[in-house]
């Protein structure tokens, strides 16, 4: 059975919430959001889903309970929560832009701001999605920093830092090296190193063998086809080259 690239997108973002438990998973975006329904539906049935407001919900959208705003927050400072934040710039050890491009006192492109970027990722796991993967993105350094990265935690002591993954159209990239600079840790079926090595603005660390994404079992594309994007606006979101 033919998978799209958009297909493997969701499964590797539902991977970043693989063995996470009872926990608040907060994806942000459309093919986080389908990855999070997944992992829910398969093999991570304790998550938490949020309506984004007030309720907690199945994967299918009925209501589980309330949370509001105060018991949200709480489990962000407590570490009770997984997020999959977009990024404009992210930079070798994982600080993350989603402020300004340019200088910040006088900006070429104001951007969406740092919001809650800082208090989420040196309070609780934080990934990324990327559904453009590109040097203008992959940065070498950020020109903002939003999302704290692992230099800046190390240096200032952060206990429960932690980035789990990035996921982009290309592939999956985590930070298990020694320097906790960004590793390539798979490639999507049908892109090459090569084209990962053109398309970041900085080195990344690339292993001898690099292995491919995971394939979605059948179960799991029955549900992303039929029960969770019957419409295909993953497909929209990330086309296959």
């Known amino acids: 059975m033919t998978v ?38 398969t093999f991570s049935p304790d998550l938490l889903l949020t309506d984004g407001e007030a309720l907690l919900v199945g994967p299918d959208g009925t209501v589980e309970g309330w949370l509001p705003y105060r018991r949200h927050l709480a489990m ?3 570490g009770r929560r997984h997020v999959m934040m977009g990024a404009s710039q992210l930079d070798r050890h994982g600080n993350q832009n989603i402020s300004c491009i340019g200088d910040w006192e006088r900006p070429a492109r104001q951007l969406l701001g740092v919001r809650g970027a800082p208090v989420n990722t040196l309070n609780n796991p934080v990934s ?9 993105v992959f940065v070498e350094r950020v020109d ?7 230099d800046r935690a190390a240096a200032v002591g952060a206990r429960f830092h932690r980035i789990p993954r990035v996921v982009s159209d290309l592939g999956v990239f ?3 090296t020694p320097d906790r600079t960004m590793r390539l840790a798979s490639l999507h079926p049908g892109v090459t190193v090569d ?13 001898g063998s690099v292995p491919y994404t995971r394939d979605p079992t ?16 993953r497909e929209r979101e990330v086309r296959t080259a």
Do not use: K, N, Q
Not at 195 to 207: K, M, P, Y
């Open 4 to 41: 799209s690239r958009a297909e493997y997108c969701v499964v590797a973002c539902a991977e970043a919430w693989r063995g996470d438990g009872e926990i608040l998973a907060s994806p942000m975006g459309l093919i986080p959001s389908l990855g999070a329904r997944l992992a829910r539906h």
């Open 76 to 78: 962000v400072t407590g």
């Open 128 to 136: 990324y999605w990327v559904p453009r993967h590109s040097p203008r």
């Open 144 to 150: 903002m920093v939003c999302g704290v990265g692992h």
């Open 174 to 176: 985590d930070f298990a």
């Open 195 to 207: 084209e990962v090595r053109s398309a970041t603005g900085f080195r990344l660390v690339i292993g």
């Open 218 to 233: 059948e179960a799991e594309l029955r549900l992303i086809r039929e029960v969770l994007d019957p419409e295909g606006a």
